[in-house]
C-alpha cells in the first residue's frame, strides 16, 4: 500500500498514508505518514466512536495539507480501547487466509 | 509516542515486514507539493478493505485467491461518496470483516469526510472514492502498470487535490 501511494504521488496527486504499521510505511518510502496503534482492519478507529474517527482524519488532513518534506511521520497517541489479546484475536479472519493455510501445510 | 508497528501481527509474520527496505526500484523520495488551502481542497479517501457496491459491483475474486494463494484481485472500485453502511460488502480473506460491515467508516470515512466539508475544515470531498483489496501478488506488477495509473487518471478527472490511503 505504502507502494501505491507513492505511484498515485508520482502522478502528481499528493498522499497521506494512514496506517498501523508506520515503520514499514517509512522503510517503502511513503512520501507522508499517519501512525495509529489500531488493530488491522480499523485504520480511523473503533467502529461507531466518531470522535476518535475524527480525530485520525483529521490528523491526516493536516499530514496532507501540511507536511513540509517528503518522509514525514507522525504518529497518534490514541489507545486501543479494547484488551489487547482480545483486539489480536477480533480482526484476524475466522479462518486462515489462503496463503497462511499454505504455509502452515508446507510446514507439515 | 511512537507506535507499535507490529503490536497486533502475530510473531510470525514480522519477519514478512520487518527490515525489509524499499520496495525494488522505489527507494527515491516522491513529492507532490500540497498546493491549496486545506479548506478549498478537494480530498478523496482510499481503502485497501475490500470494499464493493454488494448491489452493481463484482466482489474481488476470492475464489481464484484460494485457487492461488499468492495471487490477489488487482483491480479497484469506485465507491460514491454518499453510500450507505448497508450497501457496502467486504471481499477480503486476511481480516475479521465484522467491524468494517458494521461500520464501513473505520476504514472509509466517508461521511465523516462530508461532515468536515460542511464545517469547513476540508473544502471538498470526492464524488467517488476508492476500494482496493489489500493482499496482492509480491511483484505488484498489475498495481503498478495498471490500477495505480487508473486510480490517478480516476482522480484527476475528479479535479482531487489530495488523498488519503489507508491500508486494511
Known amino acids: 500500500m505504502p507502494v501505491l501511494a507513492r505511484w498515485i504521488e508520482a502522478a502528481g496527486i499528493p498522499t497521506v498514508t494512514v496506517t498501523m504499521m ?17 488493530p488491522f482492519g480499523h485504520a480511523f ?3 461507531h466512536d466518531a470522535a476518535m474517527q475524527r480525530r485520525v482524519l483529521e490528523q491526516a488532513l ?11 511521520r507522525v504518529d497518534l497517541d490514541l489507545e486501543w480501547p479494547v484488551p489487547l489479546r482480545e483486539a489480536y484475536r477480533a480482526w484476524q479472519p475466522k479462518e486462515p487466509s489462503p496463503i497462511v493455510k499454505k504455509l502452515l501445510e508446507s510446514r507439515g | 509516542m511512537i507506535v507499535d508497528s507490529y ?3 502475530p510473531r510470525s509474520f514480522r519477519p514478512f515486514y520487518e527490515g525489509r527496505g524499499p520496495f ?5 523520495p516522491v ?3 500540497f498546493e491549496k488551502r486545506l479548506a478549498s481542497a478537494k480530498i478523496a479517501l482510499l481503502t485497501s478493505a475490500g470494499f464493493h457496491l454488494k448491489s452493481s459491483q463484482a466482489a474481488f475474486d476470492l475464489e ?12 479497484w472500485r469506485a465507491i460514491p461518496s454518499g453510500t450507505k453502511p448497508g450497501k457496502i460488502g467486504v471481499a477480503h480473506l486476511h481480516i475479521n470483516d465484522e467491524d468494517l460491515l458494521a461500520d464501513p467508516e473505520i476504514a472509509l470515512p466517508a461521511r465523516l469526510l462530508q461532515q468536515l466539508v460542511e464545517e469547513g475544515v476540508a473544502g471538498a470531498a470526492a464524488e467517488k472514492h476508492v476500494a482496493v483489496m489489500g ?14 495509473p487508473q486510480i490517478a487518471a480516476f482522480l484527476r478527472q475528479q479535479g482531487v487535490d489530495g488523498l488519503v490511503l489507508a491500508p486494511a
Do not use: C, H, N
Not at chain 2, 64 to 75: C, F, L, T, Y
Open chain 2, 24 to 28: 525494488p526500484g522505489e527507494a527515491d
Open chain 2, 64 to 75: 481464484r485467491e484460494r485457487a492461488r494463494p499468492e495471487w490477489g484481485d488487482p483491480s
Open chain 2, 7 to 9: 503490536r497486533f501481527l
Open chain 1, 45 to 47: 478507529g473503533m467502529p
Open chain 1, 22 to 38: 508506520p515503520a514499514v510505511a517509512e522503510e517503502r518510502r511513503a512520501p507522508r505518514i499517519v501512525g495509529v496503534e489500531f
Open chain 1, 62 to 72: 493536516r499530514v496532507l495539507a501540511g507536511a513540509g518534506s517528503f518522509g514525514t
Open chain 2, 31 to 33: 513529492w507532490a507539493p
Open chain 2, 135 to 148: 493482499y496482492q501478488d509480491r511483484s505488484l506488477k498489475d498495481w503498478r502498470e495498471t490500477t495505480a
